[in-house]
């Protein structure tokens, strides 16, 4: 029993789900259930109006007849008893049979229609006078018996009882009493309503079936109109979609003047303006692109001249005065950072264009932290800064780009030596079965609330005033961001002034891996409980390139350079 109460409870729960969800999903559905709800409303309420009012008139009729003939009754009976000389006449007994035969035949409008003549004060006469019935089975309502008793001059009730042995049923009874020489004597009719019954049913039927063949019309009708609404709707939904996949030929058919008419031309004007329009940007796209490209590939050459003479030049600097051996060192730092320009450059023309490709493959992650702060640390060392690493004992594999990560790396370290004010920066590695997640916390000027906007963008500076440590192009985070994104990853950042920042990069262990969860928190836990998650940069992931826009609870901050 248990099992089969679990089966049945999941397959109403599930029932109860497909429900909602195509009740959520049909806009037509809606509007017919909508429909069926209040027509069945009216329609329930006009019926009991009319079956009430219908009730009433047929129980109004038959009160008025029944009072009206048990005032005749009661005239009869009175004139019967009149010649009678009081209580002990012998003619008493048989007169009062005779009366109550008579009334029983004359009047009757059914077959179970009965008279009784009720007495308390005569012993010699029988306490009830009923015709072609039982008298001990033909009892008075006791409320109608003490409303007589009380003297009042007619009464009537409507109730349930017999006269027979058939089940009780409703009945009319009226009353009256009769005061003559012989005494007291109290008329009793009772008239069944078997027949206002069955009236009263067969409007109830009659209603109940034309109000079932309504509610199945109105269903009907309001079937076809919504239907001649939602399927330009629901067309238009669907060419949305094939234009949002990029199919920017599709339109909608335009038939008759009406205003859904109206719609589908507006519509397609819509779509053509935003197919112009995607057209014309994809080209403007593509100019910059091959700009970027062409530029970049052409200054290879110049650059590559320069990069020797400076290199001759620098072979000689210590021949040199010490203001040209100065400037000799300069001209070699720039040409450096230039070079390095013009490579990131590329990378963003090959993001910009598709043509980035990701090469994973099984690798340790913890050989690229440690190759990156080998790397850095005398950068690290010469600003003042050391670099603390946290990373498990065991191998940490993971299906990436280890080139791609690696920059990654050295572009968030970098950025961490560049702010972080020559104090410590700490570089931790965690993984679980899913994801794999490295945070990268420095101790220096930390991000501003209002910088959300700029995360990671491309050129932008925390502070431009401020003059840079390490040499960097001010690609650095955008490229890393891109990084993050063809690895299916997150790439987050939290910051706030004067306690430092902490970038988070979040990567799937296995490619096509979804991440929900991070091994590692975003905001570190020596920010304090003053500060939490206060402003937090949004959560890099797929291939969007339009800005994030953030959740009011968690300000962004932007990239620092």
Do not use: C
């Amino acid at each position: 029993m248990r099992r089969w109460f679990q089966r049945a409870l999941r397959a109403a729960r599930w029932l109860t789900a497909r429900v909602l969800a195509r009740w959520r999903r049909s806009l037509q559905l809606r509007v017919v259930a909508s429909t069926l709800i209040a027509s069945s409303i009216m329609t329930v309420a006009l019926g009991l109006f009319v079956v009430h009012r219908v009730t009433d008139g047929l129980v109004a009729a038959e009160r008025e007849q029944a009072l009206a003939q048990l005032a005749s009754g009661a005239n009869y009976l009175g004139n019967e008893l009149y010649g009678l000389n009081g209580p002990d006449d012998p003619d008493l007994d048989s007169t009062v049979r005779l009366a109550v035969a008579n009334l029983s035949a004359s009047g009757a409008r059914s077959a179970d229609f009965a008279v009784a003549v009720q007495q308390t004060e005569n012993a010699r006469l029988p306490a009830k006078y009923v015709l072609r019935y039982e008298a001990d089975d033909v009892r008075p309502p006791a409320a109608l018996a003490r409303l007589i008793a009380s003297g009042e001059q007619r009464g009537y009730e409507f109730t349930r009882t017999t006269v027979d042995e058939r089940p009780a049923r409703p009945f009319l009874v009226a009353a009256a009493p009769v005061e003559t020489k012989a005494g007291r004597f109290d008329l009793y009719y009772y008239f069944p309503l078997d027949d206002q019954v069955a009236t009263v049913g067969l409007v109830q039927n009659s209603l109940t079936a034309i109000g079932a063949l309504l509610l199945l019309l109105l269903a009907a009708i309001a079937g076809i109109v919504t239907r001649q609404v939602v399927t330009p709707v629901r067309v238009a939904a669907r060419t949305a979609e094939r234009l949002s996949a990029g199919l920017l030929e599709e339109r909608m058919v335009v038939r008759g003047e009406d205003e859904l008419a109206r719609l589908a031309h507006s519509f397609n004007q819509m779509a053509a303006n935003l197919q112009r329009q995607i057209v014309q940007l994809e080209n403007l796209s593509r100019l910059q692109q091959r700009f970027t490209s062409d530029v970049s590939h052409e200054l290879r050459t110049p650059l590559t001249t320069v990069r020797m003479a400076a290199d001759v030049i620098q072979m000689s600097a210590d021949t040199f005065p010490p203001a040209l051996a100065r400037s000799t060192e300069l001209l070699s730092a720039e040409v450096d950072r230039f070079e390095s320009l013009l490579n990131d450059l590329l990378e963003i023309s090959r993001y910009d264009s598709g043509a980035a490709v990701l090469e994973p493959e099984d690798t340790d992650v913890r050989t690229l932290v440690t190759r990156t702060v080998d790397g850095l640390s005398q950068l690290a060392g010469r600003i003042g800064s050391t670099l603390e690493v946290h990373m498990p004992d065991d191998a940490v594999i993971a299906e990436v780009d280890p080139r791609r990560v690696e920059r990654i790396l050295r572009n968030l370290v970098g950025n961490a030596i560049e702010h972080g004010e020559g104090r410590p920066v700490r570089i931790t590695l965690a993984s679980d079965a899913d994801a794999v997640a490295i945070t990268v916390r420095d101790y220096g000027v930390g991000l501003r609330p209002g910088e959300a906007q700029a995360v990671f963008d491309r050129f932008w500076r925390a502070d431009p005033s401020r003059a840079r440590q390490t040499g960097g192009t001010g690609l650095g985070l955008s490229i890393s961001r891109e990084d993050a994104r063809l690895h299916d990853g997150w790439l987050q950042v939290w910051g706030w002034p004067g306690l430092g920042a902490q970038f988070r990069l979040t990567l799937p262990a296995r490619r096509g891996v979804r991440l929900t969860s991070a091994p590692l928190p975003l905001a570190p836990g020596d920010a304090g409980t003053r500060y939490p998650r206060a402003i937090e940069g949004p959560r890099i992931e797929g291939p969007r390139t339009e800005p994030v826009i953030p959740h009011p609870a968690d300000t962004e901050v932007g990239n620092r350079g």
